[in-house]
Each structure stands twice: as structure tokens, then as C-alpha cells.
């Protein structure tokens, strides 16, 4: 079973007292369709978002950090500004109100909008949104000649089916403002204060609590007409272009304005409100000691960021403890996000750690504004190390363990030191895990082996026609493939039924290890076999000429009557009906047959002896003789009516005497024939006809 080890739960445990991170910021909308995802405790580009916008936007999560609504803050007439309009949208990614061309702010504000609870109403939630400074793009609204400023609607998320819905809307609470929007949270912790450019005096701060949004309070001071705002998490500072501000959370106080450069293009605190973090005109990342008295002089520069085609953008705190700021590259058509590490102790920057798509030119410069105070981490949590579940070693196959932290020290409990091991044994691997000045983490893992011990068993080979039974074995659930050419796929002894050449592949399941093993079973064709004649007929003591065909080895039975048994085309004389059988086997091994059946009939011992006979040559009945199939030899004497002798032979008498024609009248004969053995006496008269 997987266990944490005892530093990383102490670590942990002091991290629940010290820091105040919860989870409304978890999920991110912003960009052209961008989203991410830390609830894991990661960022995770996740899908889809229904997000359009340039810069400003914001999103909500609920406190188990389970997305809400999110927004772009707002819009113009798409037809006269070429922008979208503003809107919001639901859970499901579904507009839950549009604001038309008159409502809200505007998305090219860098702080469009900003969402925080309501106080003292559950469920529902302040929209506040800012208005661009170009908002004359397309015309300005008639009844708008300084655009909207600041207006704010209440969201209730108990319309619509839990979808939520707009409750009301009150706009320009405060014209002009542009650009700038911060929400700080109040030291009470549930109220908030709404911190926005007030035209070109300076600030004006919202009190918002229980009774609502209330008067604002005024405030002269330096830091130009428009600018993206920054609270720190412990709602003690403010920054405003190059100005830091000491800000009271309970009184809503701005003071001592303290110009730190003149070269910085956008900043966000650290989460222990400790440090600045700016990125300057020169695209270097640096960072201002708040703790330092004098804290204009104590900037360090952390790295320099700048690259050809590369345009920076916004800068974020995020729950995962990292600043987030967006980084356009024109030649790649693809934005990145790239973090700072460890702000709170030891920074160091991680360059494109995350890419989307900039294809058809569509970037963005702003990333969601939250109210900061939800990012708030006086302490580093422990470094959140997972081996992961427990794993198992499948057979030989080697796992790779990742502690899954860069840039730190590794200690595992093999001895080895770097961020990944291989291991190749069962066992239980720990690792500590030290950031570089940015926390500890530990996690154990159990490696388990297990093997499945699988053949598919030889190779075969079969006829068509024919199956074969298999005979596999191995662990766990069994899979044959194709499963449609044997009889059961999950048996390791199925028949195989298949008709031509295959490979089978035996795949074997067990507690998450796969293994596969194959064989290939080989069908062969049968010969094609014919025999001639079918059936025939002969006497006893005759012959017949059998012909087959086939290729390859040729056997006839039975062999008794033929003149060979392993010739194709043998010569039969049986002494009785037999069907002799032609078996012809190839070289795959086989067979097919094909059968002659002949029919011996017992000879005829009684010859016949014709009364009359025509020799005029016309080769029908032209000699006389005796006639039967069984008649072996025979000796034939002829005389006339006078007693004499005209012929005497063992051939027929084709009707001459002396080399001349006899004429027509009755003859004598005598005969001796053999036939069946036998010698038998015959005498008569003959007719001869002309």
C-alpha cells in the first residue's frame, strides 16, 4: 500500500496552518479557447472553453475548486469594431448572458473584468468589469461619450438549474476609468475592496460588504490614467505601472507612493507578499525586496527572457505557488506560458513551459485577474512529489520512477540521486525531495512483479478442411486474434477453424500486465485428383487402361489387378468387381481421392452360331464364324450339298472358294470351338446370300 513518509505529512501539516491558498483561482479561461486546470496541483491545459478575447477576462471556481461561470468582461458591436461582444459563460460552456454592445466593459481592457463572492449572499457572486481605453473603436454609444468605466453585475448561481444567471446589472458607477481593476480582500476576510483608475486624479477604492457596492473613496496620488493594478495576497501593496503604494485592507487606504523604475511593463507579488516580481521593458525578469527599507535599490534580476519574434504579456499568480506571464512568438504562430518558481524563496524561470495555438493570428496578452488573496502562501506548501500508485513489474519489463519535481536534489532510498531511476526489481523505492529554496516532499512506492508465464504454443500445419486444438498456457484472462477463426478466443485449448494461412496472437491480462505471444498456423490446399472411367464393365480376364491426375505422390488400392500401385495411370485386369482408390498426396502433406469402380461379369460358354451371312463387303455380317466373348480359338471345316470340302481353317469363311466367289446356296459345316476351357463339337448348315 502506498504511504507518505512522516516529513512530507509534518511539512504538510504545518502548510494547513500558515497558508490561506483556497481553490476559487483553479481554473483558468482566458486566450482564444485557452484553459487551464490545477486542481491536481499542476497546471493542465484542459478543454473545451468557449473564451474569446485579446487581453481582459476572468474566471470562478467554487471552494472544491469546480468551475463556475468565466468571462471576457465585454464588447462592441462585432459589425463596427471587429470584436466580439461581451459575455458570460456557464459551466458547460454555454453563454449565461450576453451584454451586448452596451453592457459590461471591454475584453482589450487589460483588466476587463474581475469576479469575486458577494458578501453575505451565499451563492451569488460581484462581476465587475472595466471599460478599454479605445472604447470610441467603432463609434462610441451615444449615451456612453467616456465609455462604461466600471460597472458590476450580480451573478446568482441558484438560476437556471444551478447553471447560474444574471441577477441585475448596474453600470458606470465610475466614468471615465479605464483599463485597471483590482480586488483586494478585506482584513475581515469577506468583504473586498475594488481598486480602479479615477480618470486622471488617481484611485478610486469600493468598499464592497453586506450592504453592497458603496461610495468610493477618492484618492490623488500618481500613476497615470489607465494601467494594470496588482494587490499583494496579504492585501498590503499595490502596484500601478511603476508606482508601489502601501494599501490598508481595513480602511482602504493608499499611500506613500514609491516609484521603483521607469522601465516596467507588468508586475505581480510573490504569495507571501514578500517580493515584486516585474518584467521590464528590456524583457528581464526581476524582483523588488519588499522587506528591504530601501526598496527601490534592492531589484535583482532573475534572468533575461527576451528572444527575436517573442512579445511578453501578462503576469499571474496561480494556486500552484508560480507566477504565470504569456509570451508571444510570432514566428512559431504559438503562445506560451512560462512560470517563475519559487517566488517565495529562491526563483528561477521556466521558459514555454506551456503551448497553444496562435494560428490565424489569434493571440491574446492577458491572462484571468483574480483577486490575490486566494493565492496566498506565507509558507511553501510541501513540493507536491506522487510516484504514483503502487506499480507492477510485468515479466522482465523495466518502469522508470519520476519524482516528478525539477530542478531539485533527490534522494531515494537506493541510493541514487537523480529526478527519474530505473528499476528492475520488486520493492518498496522512497524519495525526499529538496527544491531549490522552494520546500520538501516525499513519497513511497511499492514495485511488485509479476509474470504470465505465456505460449501460444508451435507452429502448425493443416489441410483446408481440417482444425486443429491448441494447446496454450499462461496467467490471467486469455485473448486470441482474430477471435472469428477459432472456437472459443478466451480458451488456451480452442479449435482452430480457419481456412487459410494465420497468425494467431495470444494476448494475456493480469492485475495491469499485458503479454503476447504468437504462432502461425499453416493451411494447405488439398490436390485436385481425378480418376477415369468412373465405372466400367469387363469381362473376367479382361483389361482396363485407368487414367488419374494429381499432383504429387500417387497410391492406388487396392493393388491386386493393377500393373503398378504407384503410378498414375495403371493397367487393371481384377478377376473380380473392385473400386480401386487413387490417393494423391502433395508436398504440404495433403490428400485427396478419387475412385474407379470396375465391374467384372463372368464370361458367356455358349457360342453363338450364326444360320446366314452377306460376304458383299459391306463389313456387316461378311463371314461366318463362331461368336462369344469367351470363345478362345475354334477350327471350322464348310461343304457344299455335294459333300465337298470348300474351306477348312480355325479363321471365319468369308464366303470364297479358290480365290473366287462362292454362290449363294446351303452349306454344311463342322466345328470345334474352346471356349472357357472347354473344347465343344458343333455341326449345321449355313446360309450364304449374295
Known amino acids: 500500500m502506498k504511504k507518505n513518509r512522516f516529513l512530507a505529512t509534518l511539512i504538510g501539516c504545518f502548510y494547513l496552518l500558515a497558508a490561506q491558498a483556497q481553490k476559487e483561482g483553479n481554473v483558468w479561461h482566458f486566450g482564444h479557447g485557452a484553459a487551464l486546470d490545477f486542481n491536481s496541483g499542476t497546471a493542465v491545459v484542459t478543454t473545451p472553453s468557449s473564451m474569446q478575447t485579446f487581453e481582459g477576462c476572468a474566471s470562478i471556481a467554487d471552494a472544491n475548486g469546480n468551475l463556475l461561470f468565466y468571462t471576457n468582461g465585454g464588447g462592441r458591436d462585432p459589425v463596427l469594431s471587429g470584436q466580439s461582444s461581451g459575455k458570460i459563460w456557464n459551466r458547460n460552456h454555454q453563454v449565461l448572458y450576453d451584454m451586448g454592445n452596451t453592457e459590461g466593459g471591454g475584453f482589450s481592457a487589460a483588466q476587463s473584468s474581475v469576479i469575486i463572492p458577494r458578501p453575505g449572499v451565499p451563492n451569488h457572486y460581484y462581476l465587475f468589469t472595466m471599460e478599454e481605453i479605445e472604447y470610441y473603436v467603432g463609434g462610441a454609444v451615444p449615451s456612453q461619450p467616456q465609455g462604461r468605466g466600471l460597472s458590476y453585475f450580480d451573478v446568482d448561481m441558484g438560476l437556471t438549474g444551478g447553471l447560474g444567471g444574471v441577477a441585475s446589472y448596474t453600470g458606470m458607477i465610475l466614468t471615465p476609468s479605464y483599463e485597471g481593476l483590482c480586488a483586494v480582500r478585506h482584513t475581515n476576510g469577506s468583504d473586498a475592496w475594488i481598486v480602479v483608475h479615477n480618470d486622471t486624479l488617481g484611485l478610486a477604492v469600493f468598499p464592497v460588504n453586506t450592504a453592497g457596492v458603496g461610495t468610493p473613496i477618492l484618492y490623488n496620488l500618481p500613476g497615470g490614467t489607465s494601467g494594470i493594478i496588482k494587490g499583494s495576497p496579504n492585501g498590503k501593496w499595490l502596484t500601478i505601472n511603476q508606482v508601489l503604494y502601501q494599501f490598508d485592507a481595513t480602511t482602504g487606504s493608499v499611500s506613500n507612493p514609491l516609484l521603483l523604475a521607469a522601465n516596467i511593463n507588468f508586475a505581480e507579488f510573490s504569495p507571501n507578499s514578500k517580493r515584486l516580481f516585474v518584467i521590464s521593458a528590456s524583457e528581464e525578469v526581476q524582483y523588488f525586496d519588499l522587506t528591504n527599507p530601501d526598496i527601490a535599490g534592492s531589484k535583482i534580476t532573475v534572468t533575461q527572457v527576451s528572444s527575436l519574434g517573442t512579445i511578453i504579456g501578462q503576469m499571474q499568480l496561480a494556486p500552484d505557488g508560480k507566477i504565470y506571464f504569456v509570451q508571444n512568438d510570432f514566428f512559431a504562430d504559438s503562445i506560451y506560458l512560462s512560470t517563475i518558481v519559487c517566488p517565495n524563496t529562491a526563483p528561477f524561470v521556466e521558459l514555454k513551459k506551456i503551448a497553444f495555438s496562435a494560428a490565424d493570428d489569434q493571440i491574446f496578452f492577458g491572462l484571468p485577474n483574480f483577486d490575490n488573496a486566494i493565492f496566498r502562501r506565507d509558507v511553501d506548501p510541501p513540493l507536491p512529489v506522487n510516484l504514483g500508485t503502487d506499480q507492477t513489474l510485468c515479466g522482465n519489463q523495466n518502469i522508470v520512477l519520476d519524482a516528478g519535481i525539477n530542478n531539485a536534489t533527490y534522494i531515494w532510498s537506493n541510493g541514487a540521486s537523480s529526478q527519474t531511476i530505473p528499476v528492475e526489481s520488486p520493492g518498496t523505492y522512497a524519495v525526499t525531495v529538496t527544491a531549490a529554496g522552494c520546500g520538501v516532499g516525499a513519497d513511497t512506492i511499492v514495485v511488485n512483479q509479476l509474470s504470465l508465464n505465456l505460449n501460444a504454443g508451435s507452429d502448425r500445419s493443416i489441410c483446408i478442411g481440417e482444425s486443429v486444438q491448441l494447446d496454450a498456457t499462461g496467467n490471467g484472462l486469455l485473448a486470441w486474434t482474430p477471435a472469428a477463426v477459432v472456437s472459443n478466443p478466451t480458451s488456451a485449448t480452442p479449435l482452430f477453424t480457419g481456412t487459410s494461412t494465420t497468425t494467431l496472437v495470444l494476448t494475456a491480462t493480469l492485475d495491469g500486465c499485458t503479454a503476447q505471444d504468437s504462432l502461425t498456423i499453416t493451411v494447405s490446399p488439398t490436390p485436385n485428383v481425378t480418376a477415369a472411367p468412373s465405372d466400367t464393365t469387363i469381362l473376367a480376364g479382361a483389361a482396363v487402361q485407368i487414367t488419374g491426375t494429381g499432383t504429387g505422390t500417387a497410391i492406388w488400392s487396392p493393388a491386386a489387378g493393377l500393373s503398378c500401385s504407384d503410378c498414375l495411370n495403371p493397367l487393371a485386369t481384377p478377376t473380380e468387381t473392385t473400386t480401386y482408390t487413387l490417393v494423391v498426396t502433395n508436398a504440404a502433406g495433403c490428400s485427396a481421392t478419387a475412385n474407379v469402380t470396375i465391374t467384372v461379369t463372368p ?8 444360320n446366314a451371312f452377306t460376304p458383299n463387303g459391306d463389313t456387316v455380317n461378311d463371314d461366318f464364324k463362331p ?45 470345334s470351338v474352346r471356349v472357357c476351357g472347354n473344347v465343344q463339337a458343333f455341326s449345321g448348315d449355313i446360309t450364304l446370300v449374295r
Open 627 to 671: 461368336v462369344g466373348d469367351a470363345i478362345e480359338s475354334y477350327d471350322l471345316t464348310i461343304y457344299n450339298r455335294w459333300g465337298q470340302e470348300v474351306f477348312k481353317g480355325n479363321t471365319a469363311w468369308d464366303g470364297r472358294l479358290d480365290n473366287q466367289d462362292a454362290p449363294s446356296d446351303v452349306y454344311v459345316y463342322r466345328m
Open 603 to 610: 464370361p458367356d460358354c455358349s457360342p453363338k452360331l450364326p
